[in-house]
Nanobody, 127 residues
């Protein structure tokens, strides 16, 4: 009965900031990595960022590196994505995802590697 629920989306002006949250429930332990994906208009699912189970290892797509920061608070069972310097190109439906991993980190960024998904939340950046 794992559930992932995103929140914090909305509309912002270019250059603005937004923080997405993803609350997880149903996991019996913390042995899972988590990540963010997005689907922009006219594009397929794009991997954005990933974080290890402990939160000590992070990775980002080139398109967001330096602007986005992924983090997690396991005590609150919550994943975050801080998005700064937003661009119109960041407009997309953002989805959080989780993957079981015995090694603690996301060894693959492929969507198929993530077994648990939220429904997504819209982020719109206007110019």
């Amino acid at each position: 009965q794992v559930q992932l629920v995103e929140s914090g989306g909305g509309s912002v002006q270019a250059g603005g900031s937004l923080r997405l949250s993803c609350t997880a429930s149903g996991f019996t332990d913390s042995n899972y990595c988590m990540g963010w994906f997005r689907r922009a208009p006219g594009k397929g699912l794009e991997w954005v960022s990933a974080i290890s189970s402990s939160g000590t290892s992070t990775d980002y797509a080139d398109s967001v590196k330096g602007r986005f920061t992924i983090s997690r608070d396991n005590a609150k069972n919550t994943l975050y994505l801080q998005m700064n310097s937003l661009k119109p190109e960041d407009t997309a439906m953002y989805l959080c995802a989780a993957a079981r991993t015995p090694v603690g980190y996301c060894y693959s960024t492929a969507a198929a590697s993530f077994g648990y998904w939220g429904l997504g939340i819209q982020v719109t950046v206007s110019s």
